[in-house]
Structure formats: C-alpha cells, structure tokens
C-alpha cells in the first residue's frame, strides 16, 4: 500500500514557476514508477509526465517538454515536478500517480495509487 500527498500548487501569472511535490509512504515507495497527471474542468485526465523508479528514465507530454522536469528523491520518498513558463492552459488539478516499476505507460488505468490533487491556477 503506498500513500500519495501532492503539495505545491497554487495561483500564478503566466511565465511563472511552481515546484509540486509529492510525498510517498509505504515501505517499498521508493520501488514505484511515478507519474503525474492533470485534470482541468470539463477535460479527461491527461497525462503529464512519468519517472521510473531509479529517476533514470523520464518522459513528458509534448506540451510541457523543455518547460517541465520531473525529479526524485528516493531517500525522502519524493517525486517533484518543476514547472517553469507556465501558460493558463496548464490550469488543471495535478495529480501524482505510483505504480509498480513495470515501465513507461501513460495511461492513467495503469497507475495503481493516486493522491488527493492539488490545484494550479495560471492566470494571463
């Protein structure tokens, strides 16, 4: 069982930064592939990005690349996103996501855990 709690988001005006972490607990957190996901209102969830359980591999949604890096720290069972340049279409509730290291997926039914959210509001 691992627990998600993402934190970091917030009200922004465009071309600003925001750095969203997200706390795992469990024993064997550090063993997930994690990933993050976003939701605006009257939209599907859609993929943002996703870090393999050694943080060697990463991969993002062609709307964030070079805008967005996804990060870890296993030793405080930890993924971050840093977002950088952002755009009021990035306005959505982020979500992260865990799933046993079994590879790249950017399906959200993939994901086995799921934090609460947390909103990122950018304004023009």
Avoid at 45 to 64: A, K, L, M, P, Q
Wanted: positive net charge; glycine residues 10%; proline residues 2%.
């Amino acid at each position: 069982q691992v627990q998600l709690v993402e934190s970091g988001g917030g009200l922004v005006q465009a071309g600003g930064s925001l750095r969203l972490s997200c706390a795992a607990s469990g024993r064997t957190a550090s063993s997930y592939d994690m990933g993050w996901f976003r939701q605006a209102p009257g939209k599907e969830r859609e993929f943002v990005s996703h870090i393999s359980w050694s943080g060697f591999n990463t991969y993002y949604t062609d709307s964030v690349k070079g805008r967005f890096t996804i990060s870890r720290d296993n030793a405080k069972n930890t993924v971050f996103l840093q977002m950088n340049s952002l755009k009021p279409e990035d306005t959505a509730v982020y979500f992260c996501a865990a799933r046993w290291r079994n590879g790249f997926t950017s399906r959200s039914s993939d994901y086995t855990y799921w934090g609460q959210g947390t909103q990122v509001t950018v304004s023009s």
